[in-house]
C-alpha cells in the first residue's frame, strides 16, 4: 500500500512540466529554490528560461550591455549562459555600469534590484580641494577611486538616484560603505545626521534625519555612558541622590542609533535610512551624512560609495 508520500509524489510527477514551470515562475527565486526538492519534475521546471526570465528585471538586457567588460556571455565559452546563471551571476558578481560610477547587482533572494554609487557620483563638500579630499585607489574598492578624508572640519555627503532605476513596491535601505585607517580621528564623540528622502518632499516619514556614530567604539561608549545615565536618573527618581541631577545633564537626551556593521568585503556600513519605492512614484532619492555641528576638525575616512538595497525584513 503506496504512502501519503508516494501518492503526492506521484501526482506531481504526472503534471505537464510546463504547467509547473509556468507556476514557479509566479513565486519568488527563493521559493523555485525551495519547490525545486520536491520531485524530479519540479527540479526539471525550476531550470526553464521561462522562469528566471521572470524574476530578471525587464531592463537587465540593456543593464548588460551597458556594463563595463559585459555580462552576456558564458564565461569564456561558446555557449550562452541560461536565464538562470545569468540570474545567479548578477546576484554574486555586481557589475560596473555608467561609466564606473555605479555597480548594480540583483537581491538573491527576491530578485530586485539593487546599486551603489561610487565616490565620484556622490556630492562632497571640498571634494575637489585636495586639502581637504584626495582621491587614491585601493585594491579591495570594486570602483577605480575611493574619497579619503584629509582633514574638515565641515563634513557633508550626498548621493542622489533616480527612484525610477529601482523596483517597484520595494523597501529599501542606503548605506554608506567606508572605513577608517590608522590616521583616523574627530568622530569619538560627535555623532553625524543622516536622513533617507525624495528631493523636494518634505515631512516625510522616511525622510527623518537620524545620529548615528561612524567610529564603532564611540558607538559602543555611548551605549554605555545612555546606560548609566538611566540609572541615575532612576535613583534620582527613588529620592536618592539628588546632586545627580547636574551629572545627568552631561549626557545626551537623544541617542544616536546603531553603529557601523563590518562587511563581509570588509568594509563599515551605517544605514542613513529607508524608502518605501511605491510603483507610480518618480522622483529623486537623496541620502545624506553630515557633521557640520561640532566644528572639530576630522579625518581619516575612506569612502567607496553609498549602497541601496532592499531593507531586511
Not at 529554490?33 to 519534475?41: A, D, F, Q
Not at 547636574?246 to 542609533?257: D, I, N, Y
Not at 512614484?281 to 579625518?299: I, Y
Not at 575616512?301 to 525584513?313: M, T
Request: with cysteine.
Amino acid at each position: 500500500m503506496k504512502t501519503d508520500g508516494e501518492i503526492g509524489a506521484n501526482f506531481f510527477e504526472s503534471l505537464p512540466e510546463g504547467f509547473i514551470a509556468n507556476a514557479l515562475a509566479r513565486t519568488s527565486p527563493r521559493d523555485v529554490s525551495t519547490l525545486s526538492l520536491v520531485c524530479s519534475v519540479f527540479r526539471s521546471a525550476a531550470e526553464w528560461d521561462a522562469v528566471w526570465e521572470k524574476f530578471l528585471p525587464q531592463d537587465y538586457q540593456k543593464i548588460v550591455a551597458s556594463s563595463d567588460g559585459g555580462c552576456g556571455g558564458g564565461g569564456g565559452s561558446s555557449k550562452p549562459w541560461s536565464k538562470k546563471e545569468l540570474y545567479l551571476r548578477l546576484c554574486d558578481n555586481p557589475v560596473i555600469i555608467d561609466g564606473g560610477n555605479k555597480s548594480f547587482w540583483l537581491h538573491k533572494l527576491s530578485g530586485k534590484k539593487c546599486y551603489m554609487l561610487a565616490a565620484r557620483d556622490l556630492s562632497i563638500i571640498w571634494g575637489d580641494t585636495p586639502r581637504y579630499w584626495r582621491w587614491i585607489s585601493v585594491p579591495e574598492s570594486r570602483f577605480d577611486e575611493v574619497a579619503e578624508l584629509m582633514s574638515v572640519c565641515w563634513l557633508e555627503v550626498h548621493g542622489r538616484i533616480d527612484t525610477s532605476l529601482l523596483s517597484t513596491n520595494t523597501r529599501y535601505a542606503a548605506y554608506l560603505v567606508y572605513k577608517s585607517t590608522p590616521h583616523t580621528y574627530g568622530f569619538e564623540y560627535q555623532p553625524a545626521e543622516v536622513s533617507v528622502g525624495l528631493c523636494g518632499v518634505e515631512n516625510q516619514t522616511d525622510g527623518k534625519i537620524k545620529t548615528v556614530f561612524l567610529d564603532p567604539e564611540a558607538c559602543e561608549r555611548q551605549r554605555y555612558e545612555n546606560e548609566y545615565e538611566r540609572t541615575l536618573l532612576g535613583r534620582r527618581r527613588m529620592g536618592m541622590f539628588g546632586h545627580l541631577r547636574r551629572l545627568g545633564s552631561r549626557f545626551s537626551t537623544t541617542a544616536p542609533q546603531d553603529g557601523p556593521k563590518r562587511r563581509q568585503d570588509g568594509w563599515l556600513e551605517i544605514e542613513l535610512g529607508e524608502f518605501y519605492n511605491e510603483k507610480g512614484q518618480e522622483g529623486e532619492l537623496d541620502m545624506s551624512m553630515m557633521e557640520v555641528k561640532g566644528g572639530n576638525w576630522k579625518a581619516g575616512l575612506i569612502i567607496q560609495g553609498i549602497e541601496i538595497r532592499p531593507k531586511a525584513s
